[in-house]
């Protein structure tokens, strides 16, 4: 397995084990025993409720080089330019570009599998739950879509807990 896609698998396992301590906390309900799955189902599953759940992970990053910044890559002089171009723009509006763009790419999915939530970790240190919990009502769910819940973990340690954005 190449490098990158150990990683990604780490981050996914990471943010759902994340999720599923906040999702306990919050409901007292057990949420247990995650595995990896393969490309047609979602990222991983768990047992909730006695029964398989699965769960497709995204993080919200903002764009590719924050990405490359939060995951302590090498930036090249060009993106550390870009990035000091995105601290200038508006904070809110490119928190909600950024979710409405997950939510739409993620929308167009289709997994073999009963039941799928997805659940979107955000890595970006500028944007807080609060900040998320503020543009609620202008975030769009594209339909159709496969998703019985959509979360999203408030920061990247899973601190400030989750906040359900559907239904």
Same mark, same amino acid.
């Given at each position: 397995?190449?490098?990158?896609?150990?990683?990604?698998? /780490?981050?996914?396992?990471?943010?759902?084990?994340?999720?599923?301590?906040?999702?306990?906390?919050?409901?007292?309900?057990?949420?247990?025993?995650?595995?990896?799955?393969?490309?047609?189902?979602?990222?991983? &599953?768990?047992?909730?409720?006695?029964?398989? $759940?699965?769960?497709?992970? /995204?993080?919200?990053?903002?764009?590719?080089?924050? /990405?490359?910044?939060?995951?302590?890559?090498?930036?090249?002089?060009? !993106?550390?330019?870009?990035? /000091?171009?995105?601290?200038?723009?508006? *904070?809110?509006?490119?928190? $909600?570009? &950024?979710?409405?763009?997950?939510?739409?790419?993620?929308?167009?999915?289709?997994?073999?599998?009963?039941?799928?939530?997805?659940?979107?970790?955000? !890595?970006?240190?500028?944007?807080?739950?609060?900040?998320?919990? *503020? $543009?609620?009502?202008?975030?769009?769910?594209?339909?159709?879509?496969?998703?019985?819940?959509?979360?999203?973990? #408030?920061?990247?340690?899973?601190?400030? #807990?989750?906040?359900?954005?559907?239904?």
């Amino acid at each position: 397995m190449h490098h990158s896609e150990e990683e990604k698998i /780490a981050l996914e396992h990471d943010a759902a084990k994340l999720f599923m301590r906040c999702y306990e906390r919050n409901t007292g309900k057990p949420i247990r025993h995650i595995w990896h799955n393969d490309p047609m189902r979602p990222d991983v &599953s768990c047992l909730f409720e006695g029964e398989r $759940l699965d769960i497709e992970i /995204a993080h919200l990053y903002g764009s590719e080089e924050e /990405a490359m910044e939060v995951l302590g890559r090498d930036l090249s002089e060009k !993106t550390k330019q870009i990035l /000091a171009q995105l601290k200038e723009e508006p *904070a809110d509006e490119r928190l $909600l570009k &950024s979710l409405n763009r997950i939510l739409e790419n993620k929308s167009s999915k289709r997994y073999k599998t009963e039941r799928v939530w997805l659940v979107i970790r955000n !890595t970006h240190p500028a944007w807080k739950q609060e900040d998320i919990k *503020a $543009l609620e009502h202008l975030i769009t769910m594209p339909e159709p879509h496969v998703f019985e819940k959509v979360w999203i973990l #408030g920061d990247i340690e899973g601190k400030s #807990g989750i906040v359900r954005i559907y239904p």
